[in-house]
């Protein structure tokens, strides 16, 4: 395997070293761990527990790709399903070796040059602009690049919204808003806004504008528009990129990027034109791309562009009737590793992000192991690699995948589960999308609760996680987020679930102190784990076929999925 650096998106750089597969027979220091635990053949607290305090231990360091938690965690892995007598899912392995690029600025080497009539207006990285590639190109030269601003660039055929209509911009900078037309309007615009939707999302702009052909597209950043501020974005941007190797299977901008908010109203001035009128405009049906005639835009970037490996594994219980259909389950077993430059616990151990979401699915592939009769679809259990940069394992797998595309039922992911006690509700993130709610209402409802919608955001989790990559790959998919109201009708008891929730998302989140804690209670994550566990079954005996709900763009996306595979 080759030998690779990579800047894991923290604060040092950690080296990949070259390494042999791990022997999948005898994963000695797995087994070592679990050493006279006794896991229960169904779901418990316990051996929920047991999985998460081993997988956000000191010894598993943070759990970063590349770094020997990683070795550690996939030989944990590899033991607990050889324990559960699951076979391989990738063919005679238990891995999937993902190729993984990663792209570092080069500061010092790169500029970014308005062109005026009178005048050269330069954009400093990091405080008014940011710039990256997805090519894979060490060097990327732009020179009088002519430049248009497309409103919020949204090409939305289903909402009748263009954004890039009656021009060609083919070769040319594209300028956007961030965001989508309503966070930006105080009464209600033409666009339909589900949630934060699809074409919201930084990610569909870059893609959007490749695909029209664009040379480089720039968001204007505003806080409004995207959840954050432009510090948080200047620290991540100003990191390595993490990404597939282009492979032309998706058109890739030679640049992507950002301008800082406060530096959009004078460029626009100095083009002879009005921000705010602009804006206002882009929020119509009727808005039209408008070219900045006086300006062009000189861009040279410089990048550092590294090849590296990491691994998902891949568990499979083969169907006792249909056994090339298959259920997914899945949960990202990276985190962010151990930070030496940083005073104190610099381990970042994630516990509930997302050794959680890992132990939900082992303990599911437990009661699925032990189930008789054997379930009539086969069940794959996949844990991916580099979710916290980008979805990089699962977009691989989806690829990649060892069943094909079109034969997965669904996949059900796990991802941050926080431990509030048993819960009076049952949160599906994406609830609406597809037919998949209502399999899960029954379930719900048996436990006495309750099915709900995710608190709606412009953080809006539904694109956060690794399912996002099977729906965009027209798989029906359901994130299960467990419950966010405790089942006691007392304030007392409601504060504890809105104030375990609250800590964890400020205080928690992505630093050292998510650890494990042996006071959780883990009744209501058991109680979700049974109701997954159920989701799968009954589709695993079935011969039904989720599909996604008329006129979400994922609908379109899995029907083209079966028109081509019939072919």
């Not at 948080?232 to 998706?250: C, I, T, Y």
């Not at 990491?310 to 056994?323: D, E, F, M, Q, T």
């Not at 679930?497 to 102190?513: E, I, K, L, V």
Request: aromatic content about 10%.
């Amino acid at each position: 395997m080759s030998l690779i650096a990579v800047c894991l998106g923290m604060d040092v750089c950690a080296g990949l070293q070259a390494r042999e597969i791990i022997p999948e027979a005898a994963p000695s220091t797995a087994k070592t761990a679990t050493q006279g635990i006794g896991f229960s053949p169904t779901i418990s607290a316990r051996d929920f527990a047991a999985h998460v305090k081993i997988l956000a231990s000191d010894e598993f360091g943070g759990r970063a790709p590349g770094t020997a938690g990683e070795e550690k965690t996939l030989q944990y892995l590899v033991a607990q399903f050889q324990r559960m007598g699951l076979a391989p899912g990738n063919g005679e392995s238990y891995f999937q070796t993902v190729t993984v690029m990663t792209s570092s600025t080069d500061v010092r080497r790169s500029s970014m040059q308005i062109v005026l009539p009178e005048k050269h207006q330069e954009l400093l990285f990091g405080t008014q602009m940011l710039i990256a590639t997805r090519t894979g190109k060490s060097e990327t030269v732009l020179q009088d690049s002519p430049m248009v601003f497309v409103g919020f660039g949204i090409n939305a055929p289903g909402q009748n919204w263009n954004d890039y209509a009656d021009i060609d911009i083919k070769g040319k900078t594209v300028v956007m808003l961030s965001g989508a037309p309503d966070f930006h309007m105080a009464a209600a615009t033409p666009y339909e806004n589900h949630r934060l939707n699809f074409y919201a999302r930084p990610n569909y702009k870059f893609e959007e504008a490749a695909r029209q052909g664009a040379a480089a597209a720039l968001i204007i950043h505003d806080k409004r528009g995207t959840g954050y501020d432009w510090y948080a974005l200047q620290k991540r941007w100003s990191k390595a990129q993490f990404d597939l190797p282009a492979d032309g299977a998706e058109s890739r901008l030679p640049v992507q990027g950002w301008i800082n908010g406060d530096v959009a109203p004078s460029l626009f001035a100095s083009a002879g034109l009005d921000f705010s009128r602009l804006r206002a405009a882009a929020g119509q049906r009727d808005f039209k791309p408008v070219v900045l005639t006086d300006a062009k835009l000189d861009i040279a970037l410089a990048s550092r562009i590294v090849i590296g490996e990491s691994r998902n594994v891949i568990a499979k219980l083969v169907g006792s009737k249909y056994p090339n259909e298959a259920i997914i389950y899945s949960a990202h077993w990276d985190h962010l590793g151990t930070h030496p430059n940083e005073p104190g616990n610099n381990i970042y151990h994630g516990a509930i992000d997302n050794a959680s979401g890992v132990a939900g699915v082992l303990e599911i592939a437990a009661q699925f192991a032990t189930q008789n009769p054997k379930p009539e679809r086969s069940i794959v259990f996949l844990i991916p690699t580099f979710e916290e940069e980008g979805l990089i394992g699962s977009k691989f797998y989806t690829r990649h995948p060892s069943i094909p595309l079109q034969d997965i039922v669904a996949d059900i992911n796990f991802d941050v589960l926080v431990p509030i006690g048993p819960a009076r509700d049952f949160v599906v993130v994406g609830l609406g999308y597809s037919t998949l709610d209502a399999i899960v209402k029954p379930l719900v409802a048996a436990q006495g609760r309750v099915i709900a919608a995710e608190d709606v955001s412009q953080a809006d989790s539904f694109y956060r996680s690794d399912h996002l990559s099977f729906a965009l790959a027209g798989v029906p998919v359901l994130y299960m987020a467990g419950g966010t109201r405790s089942q006691g009708m007392s304030l007392r008891s409601q504060d504890f679930a809105q104030s375990t929730r609250s800590d964890y998302g400020n205080h928690r989140y992505h630093t050292p102190a998510d650890k494990f804690d042996p006071h959780w209670d883990l009744r209501g994550i058991v109680q979700d784990l049974q109701v997954s566990y159920a989701v799968g079954a009954t589709l695993a005996n079935s011969r039904e076929w989720p599909k996604y709900q008329a006129g979400t763009v994922y609908r379109s996306i899995s029907d083209s999925l079966h028109a081509a595979s019939a072919h």
